[in-house]
């Protein structure tokens, strides 16, 4: 499986993007998938997850804005960010971590939030 995300752009603070991570190869054989973002000049942090079984985790600093969702008909991944802050300025990427154990990442894909 490889992985093609898009979306990122420049936004206002409030304003929303939705970024996507679409799956090339078997979706089925994927037990995962995250988002990370990599901040300047910060480490790499996990953002949201969803599993298998169809549940969403997120980190504390986006919950209740970002939204990880999964479009059967276009077997993509969504990111939808809403209420973005100066803080979720990063390069976001997704990752699958597949059933046999090996992990796959897209490419990133920048996310400016600046009034």
């Known amino acids: 499986v490889q992985l093609q995300a898009s979306g990122g752009g420049f936004v206002q603070p409030g304003e929303s993007l939705r970024l996507s991570c679409a799956p090339y190869?078997?979706?089925?054989?994927?037990?995962?998938l995250h988002w990370y973002r990599r901040p300047p000049g910060k480490q790499r942090e996990l953002v949201a997850t969803f599993t298998d079984a169809d549940e969403t985790i997120y980190a504390d600093s986006v919950r209740g804005r970002f939204t990880f969702y999964r479009d059967d008909a276009e077997n993509t991944f969504y990111l939808q960010m809403n209420g973005l802050k100066a803080e979720d300025t990063a390069v976001y990427y997704c990752k699958a971590d597949m059933y046999s154990g090996e992990t796959t990442w897209g490419q990133g894909t920048l996310v400016t939030v600046s009034s």
């Open positions: 190869g078997d979706r089925h054989t994927i037990q995962a």
